[in-house]
């Protein structure tokens, strides 16, 4: 069966989430980021894997899902990753005119939250997420918001975020060394809560303005410069974010690289040098954390 005209507004609606959601690249880098729209008690529209938040109009760029089963999966337990990940692609479903798209990898997450769900990999939120203190700071500024430790894209974020999904309201979650969670009734409210976060982080903490690395092929001369003085070695052996172990490798840090990884770095100098200047300690991942985004390298998760 093809879905269509019963997805009503749903299409437009998402490409507006999406376009506010991917306005820049302090919000989001490269593939990263997604967004979703719930359409009535079983469907919902999602970024579809390897898009750009920016890219997704009402014709391409998302995928359609049976969320339903996907919570009512999670519910039961979801399983190892590979096999979370196979039964989230079995929920997409055909939509008329439009050819198979796959839905993204934080799917799962998506289905337990409320209609419209916005995550960006924010690099203000995100000074406060991968820093050692800085959930103890993001709590005194939000006091109501859920903070989570670092749990790898997939079933073991989904199993945490499950704990304390509250479906019917209002929510925000920080996510350790990965990005920000806002959950809303509709996209205005989404939107306007993910940019009150935002702008409460940034004057809270006294941020600098971020800047964008520009560029198109090669690294960015910024970029470079900064590249210089943390060296190969550090970048290669001191991983923040799911983001820097995919897109970060050794090509690209050797220039061989384009937009998305020019994003992607310009994001991490500017984390790293706020955490820097507040004092706050850089909050690495673990050995097995990275370890774990081989199989992403593989072409099983495609970037988001």
């Known amino acids: 069966m093809d879905y269509g005209p019963a997805l009503g507004k749903a299409p437009e ?33 999602v970024k579809a894997s390897g898009s750009r938040l920016g890219d997704v109009t009402p014709a391409r760029g998302w995928a359609l899902v049976n969320y339903g089963n996907i919570k009512r999966r999670i519910a039961a337990g979801s399983g190892g990753d590979a096999e979370f990940s196979d039964f989230i692609l079995s929920q ?37 997420n991968m820093s050692a203190e800085g959930h103890k700071l993001g709590r005194e500024l939000f006091p109501t918001a859920e903070f989570l430790p670092y749990k790898a894209p997939g079933a073991q974020l989904c199993a945490a975020i499950n704990e304390r999904a509250q479906p019917a309201a209002p929510q925000v979650f920080f996510l350790a060394n990965h990005g920000l969670v806002a959950a809303h009734a509709g996209v205005e409210g989404a939107l306007e809560l993910n940019a009150r976060v935002n702008e409460r982080i940034k004057s809270g903490l006294g941020l600098p303005p971020f800047r964008p690395a520009g560029g198109g092929a090669g690294l960015s001369p910024a970029n470079a410069a900064l590249l210089a003085r943390y060296g190969k070695s550090f970048l290669l052996s001191k991983v923040l974010s799911p983001d820097q172990a995919l897109y970060c490798g050794p090509e690209a840090l050797d220039g061989r690289c384009g937009e998305a990884e020019n994003e992607v770095l310009a994001a991490l100098f500017y984390i790293l040098g706020c955490i820097e200047g507040l004092g706050l300690t850089p909050r690495f991942l673990t050995g097995p954390e990275i370890a774990y985004f081989d199989s992403m390298r593989s072409g099983r998760y495609n970037r988001k």
């Open 92 to 128: 997409a479903l055909p939509v008329k005119g439009q050819p198979p798209a796959k839905p993204s990898i934080e799917t799962g997450f998506h289905s337990l939250l409320n209609t419209v769900v916005i995550h960006t990999h924010s690099v203000y939120a995100n000074v406060l």
């Open 13 to 45: 609606l998402l490409a507006s989430a999406a376009r506010g959601a991917g306005a820049g690249p302090d919000l989001t880098q490269g593939g990263g980021g997604n967004v979703s729209v719930k359409t009535g008690a079983e469907l919902m529209l």
